[in-house]
């Protein structure tokens, strides 16, 4: 009689659903991105519009002005919804600096090693030791707050991480051997780390980018409420925070709503960010 062997237990196939939570956050983030998208459409009165006469009006009171208005009669709700543009513009476009920077200088690191390799290491352990506020003070208050130089100033947050990671699996990389053999093959290094080593560790790379997405919103509103980030008339949600609290006894709304805003956007992209890695990292789970 044939004795058929054994069969192996089947691996249960990783959850496909997001939990609740996580949905929740994919729902706050397709919010926020729709209402930068369409700031304009929605808002319904000019964020730089002023009204002496309806001046501090409560919230759900005047229907004209859902989320009241602030101490100079300007509509919360308009300002809120540029303010979440403004945010949104600035932190997108640091994330993608800071993650173009980090990751050249990482493979620059990775392809060169020697000197290049310890000059960015050292200047990436540079980086993490500063305090990058204090440096954003130092510059802002010297050469200026337009939004272009706080744009790249805030790309400066955070590149070292990136750089670590790229230097990292791209040596990882190399050591597999697929990328030492289309070297062989004769591609050139740049064709190599862009159209072989990059997209494998895209996934990676995409996940820090959203861990670090809400640190430069908070780094930006800090700036903001200290005076030192967007300027008015432009305003940003740390701007609104940082005018409302000499109201926050009379008037909390005004700083309530953007700050409210800011901790569910943090909050929304850092679970996000926690369950790409989960999902997209194969050592995990």
């Keep these: 009689m044939t004795v058929l062997p054994a069969s192996r237990p089947v691996a249960a196939p990783r959850r496909a659903t997001a939990p609740w939570f996580v949905r ?5 983030v397709a919010l926020v991105l729709l209402v930068a998208l369409t700031a304009d459409l929605i808002a319904p009165h000019p ?7 309806n001046r501090l009006v409560p919230p759900f009171q005047n229907l004209a002005h859902p989320l009241g208005t602030d101490e100079l009669g300007r509509d919360v709700l308009s300002r809120l919804v540029v303010s ?6 600035i932190a997108f476009g640091a994330t993608v600096i800071s993650a173009v920077i980090g990751t050249v200088l990482g493979f620059l690191a990775a392809h060169f090693r020697g000197w290049v390799e310890q000059a960015v290491l050292t200047l990436a352990d540079f980086q993490a030791a500063m305090p990058f506020l204090i440096l954003a003070l130092s510059v802002l208050a010297f050469f200026g707050n337009a939004l272009w ?6 790309g400066l947050y955070g590149w070292e991480r990136y750089a670590r990671v790229a230097r990292g699996l791209a040596i990882s990389a190399t050591a597999q051997g697929y990328a030492a053999a289309v070297a062989q093959l004769g591609a050139t290094p ?17 996940v820090s980018m959203t861990l670090v997405f809400p640190e430069v919103i908070l780094v930006e509103s800090g700036l903001s409420f200290l005076g030192l980030g967007v300027q008015p008339p432009m305003t940003s949600l ?3 925070v940082g005018y409302g609290r000499d109201y926050i006894t009379r008037a909390p709304w005004i700083m309530l709503s953007p700050a409210l805003v800011i901790v569910f956007t943090t909050l929304a992209v850092s679970v996000v960010g926690d369950w790409l890695r989960d999902r997209l990292d194969p050592t995990l789970g």
Excluded at 190 to 206: E, F
């Design 24 to 28: 929740l956050a994919f729902g706050w």
């Design 47 to 53: 964020y730089t519009a002023m009204s002496l006469a």
């Design 84 to 89: 979440v543009r403004i945010s949104l513009l």
């Design 149 to 154: 130089l706080l744009v790249g100033l805030m």
């Design 190 to 206: 740049s064709r190599v780390y862009l159209r072989h080593i990059l997209p494998n560790i895209a996934s990676t790379l995409i």
């Design 238 to 240: 740390g701007n609104m």
